[in-house]
């Protein structure tokens, strides 16, 4: 590492210590030749892949869309803010383990209607119609259908 000082590049690691939520390092490092401290910080790095919409426009992967997907589609529901982070934890590790640098919208889609569908049926019926963009009431009748079964 670096000097931040003197720009040599010799730092000796004098004390690491992990956050209180373990998401990063700490480490105190000094300068063999300056003897300056100086504080470094190691994060993960997380790379999502970028999310390919219908009409083909690319954007950056948003946790806050989907958030906003489950909430609106959970509106009303007993379900627990805890559970909507750890299906929305799921939902970002399979993203993550796929690895692929882009992902059609209709992918996550599928992914949120899966995680749903195990958290509430309502709110999966919600989400699912708006969705899947249902045309009449038969495909709607089904797919209540499929939930009972």
């Not at 063999?32 to 470094?40: A, L, P, V």
């Not at 970002?92 to 992902?103: A, K, Y």
């Not at 996550?108 to 569908?117: D, H, S």
């Not at 958290?119 to 969705?131: F, G, P, Q």
Request: aromatic share 8%; hydrophobic share 35%.
């Amino acid at each position: 590492m670096k000097c931040p000082f003197c720009s040599h590049h010799e730092t000796q690691v004098v004390e690491t210590r992990v956050s209180e939520d373990g998401d990063f390092i700490r480490r105190r490092r000094r300068c063999s030749t300056c003897e300056k401290r100086f504080t470094t910080y190691e994060r993960p790095e997380v790379s999502f892949p970028v999310v390919v919409k219908k009409d083909g426009r690319r954007t950056e992967y948003a946790r806050a869309k989907l958030m906003g997907s489950f909430n609106i589609a959970l509106r009303k529901r007993p379900v627990s803010t805890a559970q909507v982070d750890s299906a929305i934890e799921r939902i970002e590790e399979m993203l993550l383990n796929l690895g692929q640098r882009e992902i059609p919208s209709s992918r996550i889609g599928e992914l949120v209607m899966r995680e749903l569908k195990k958290l509430d049926k309502v709110a999966y019926i919600r989400y699912a119609s708006v969705y899947r963009s249902f045309e009449d009431i038969d495909e709607f009748k089904t797919l209540v259908d499929e939930v009972r079964q």
